[in-house]
């Protein structure tokens, strides 16, 4: 079943002799729980192809539907709802708020979307986490490692439909690269999600369903590489 479907996507920056085309008609879809890597050089349009199908970044022109939802035709709170329900955003540098410890981390989508929490989940994810134990410590008590996982925990506390993920081994190790890899692949199995990440490490795109190939702002391979 198709959740998400991009049809001649395009973003520019600057205009004129300074215009700069970071996605130029690009067109692919997504089955429901598919995992796909998307790779290319630094400025390619990757982050910023991903950026858009979160809702984060508007295109300059072409369309993107998740669920059969055109997101772009939706007003600025329509979005905003969309991008709280629908998606989970994972980023290189985490961005947890630095005041708010593990528990309230993760769960604060559910509280600005003014929903209850479904404690049943939250303590699921803290479990396979591994981060029991850890609720009440703040982000800079604990490891990088650890901050990734919290930020996983806040991308998937609401069940969103599409997990994006931008560079999220970036800032790690090997070992704890590896690990974080894991648990997406394990959320895409056990919750049957969709994951798409940006990454420019050749063994965690290996590791995916299919990859998707952009250069300069343009698909140049789409391989189905895994079941």
Do not use: C, W
């Amino acid at each position: 079943m198709e959740l998400l479907r991009v049809e001649n996507l395009t973003k520019t920056y600057g205009k004129g002799e300074n215009e700069v085309r970071a996605l130029d008609g690009v067109t692919f879809s997504v089955k429901k729980g598919e995992f796909i890597a998307i790779i290319g050089p630094s400025g390619s349009g990757k982050s910023t192809l991903l950026h858009i199908l979160g809702g984060v970044d508007k295109p300059t022109g072409g369309k993107v539907y998740v669920d059969g939802q055109d997101v772009y035709a939706k007003n600025d709170e329509q979005l905003a709802i969309f991008r709280r329900r629908q998606v989970g955003l994972i980023y290189q540098f985490y961005n947890l708020i630095p005041v708010l410890n593990v528990t309230e981390n993760i769960t604060l989508p559910v509280l600005m979307d003014g929903r209850k929490v479904n404690n049943e989940r939250l303590e699921e994810l803290l479990d396979t986490l591994k981060l029991k134990g850890r609720e009440n410590h703040l982000p800079n008590q604990l490891s990088g490692g650890q901050q990734q996982r919290v930020s996983i925990g806040r991308a998937l506390i609401n069940a969103p439909a599409v997990v994006l993920a931008d560079e999220p081994t970036g800032n790690l190790d090997s070992k704890n690269s590896q690990e974080i890899v894991e648990l997406l692949k394990l959320s895409n199995k056990k919750y049957n999600q969709t994951l798409i990440i940006v990454t420019h490490d050749e063994n965690i795109a290996l590791q995916a369903q299919r990859i998707i190939a952009i250069e300069d702002g343009k698909i140049t391979r789409d391989e189905v590489i895994g079941r």
